[in-house]
């Protein structure tokens, strides 16, 4: 199976190469924005340097492809409307376009928590407990908490769009990634931007203890979001799907029951496993 | 009651001007890409001259207003992506974040039935019959038609985004029109564009009668639209609500109890009173 790859040099797209790459199934082809010999530890592969917002460059690589995952995107929930008008909105157009138009089959697209993450908002952190018994699946109405995930929303309706209306994709996975991090035990809030390690809060603090119980809520371990994103590849039954990227977690609050019926997926780890690295 | 209207001069805009100008509840300011002088039949209103892809002349026209009817956009379901992202995707933005700077308390949004046209793609004409029971409601997932469509959900995905995350603007209405005519028995097929007057197909075949049908199902006479619109300017209740803007035609096949419910829309026409011109 020939598989594109779009955003390959990512969180999640170094998590497929990891899972992936040389089990004999696929023969990938990676898109990022950077040569991987430049700025990342996956040198060993080539690579089609190019934005998603360039159309044509877009085109040239979906030829021949049976698949693509589209990854690349702005990836974060902090954004303007104009962080995420190219990169999102019109380069989601430019690859479900250019699939359609080299008659690719599948198309699998990195969605996001943060269109439904209105629910979070509303409810955290006792969201975070299982106790609190709040589950969010595919049918309950989108409730984007940001311009990223209005972009990400605007992308599972062009992909509804297009499997419906066009002869090509003929099928189309929306996974509303949770949190897939750099390294299994990566830890989300001990770079500098988060104010662990200049000290702006400690890790004592009542906000730390949110935030780990959230990420342990919102893991999808590496292993478990390649697995996930190998269900859809091999897939054939569904036309258009939403599916929450997620490990089974304890405390999550997301629904697992469409995908494990749906696609296959069937995750192997659990959140309360993640914790925060050593200090 | 301050309120701006933009893309006044359209089919909509009309219709609003027609039933709700000069009845002593609202000034309203005018804003279209044309001057009514050059273009329209209504001359009198002082128009703000501009694109609603303009964000600063946007941003001028909100000033000290208390809502938004935010009609102007690219209108037709025949649609690229390139002819909606900047009317309607940019555009719907710019009237959001101009709102929400203006401390604008409602916005009432021109969806459209394209939104969820995959259900008519799907079963028409049978649709179009009320022994076929199918009626959408708010409730149902959407299956946008077109890039149209697509761009009309990014608009109330947009909008939810804004009331749930922000303090203005407080309130926001998707209506999604069916189909307002210029006048109230405008016939929508009789244009040379749709092969009626130049003789591509005959008044007699069964395309004509179907597409007699489903404007039957579809319309939406202009004074239930204008107080549609007056329901949604009135309310002080919804923060978010999606609603069906349709006649209470036999034919329908959108849910109206919903609007009936909550912003208290009674509509007086039934698309069995709309026909074709005489020949």
Redesign the interface.
């Known amino acids: 199976m020939d598989v594109l790859v779009t955003g390959s040099y990512g969180r999640c797209g170094t998590a497929l190469i990891d899972h992936l790459h040389g089990t004999g199934g696929y023969e990938f082809t990676y898109l990022d924005r950077s040569d991987p010999d430049e700025d990342h530890e996956y040198g060993e592969y080539e690579t089609v340097v190019a934005d998603v917002a360039d159309e044509e460059a877009v085109r040239d690589a979906m030829d021949g492809q049976d698949a693509v995952v589209h990854l690349a995107g702005y990836p974060r929930v902090e954004s303007s409307?104009d962080d995420v008008?190219e990169p999102n909105?019109?380069g989601t157009?430019n690859v479900l376009?250019a699939a359609r138009r080299a008659e690719v089959e599948s198309v699998v697209f990195a969605s996001s928590n943060h269109v439904v993450g209105?629910y979070e908002?509303s409810f955290a952190p006792e969201i975070y407990e299982p106790e609190a018994g709040i589950v969010v699946d595919h049918?309950d109405?989108?409730?984007?908490?940001?311009?990223y995930?209005?972009s990400k929303?605007?992308g599972e309706?062009?992909g509804?769009?297009y499997v419906?209306?066009c002869e090509y994709p003929e099928r189309f996975y929306a996974l509303r990634i949770c949190s897939v991090r750099h390294s299994e035990y990566d830890h989300p809030y001990g770079d500098a931007e988060s104010g662990v390690d200049d000290g702006e809060w400690s890790r004592d603090s009542d906000e730390y203890e949110e935030m780990v119980a959230r990420m342990k809520a919102m893991w999808q371990s590496r292993r478990d979001f390649a697995h996930q994103v190998e269900c859809c590849l091999h897939d054939r039954c569904v036309d258009y799907g939403v599916f929450y990227g997620v490990s089974d977690n304890r405390r999550r609050w997301f629904d697992l029951e469409h995908a494990r019926a749906t696609i296959g997926y069937d995750p192997q780890d659990d959140g309360e496993e993640w914790d925060a690295p050593p200090e």
Chains 1, 2 share one sequence.
């Open positions: 409307f008008l909105v019109v157009y376009e209105g908002a049918t109405p989108v409730r984007p908490d940001s311009f995930g209005v929303r605007f309706d062009l509804r769009f419906e209306n």
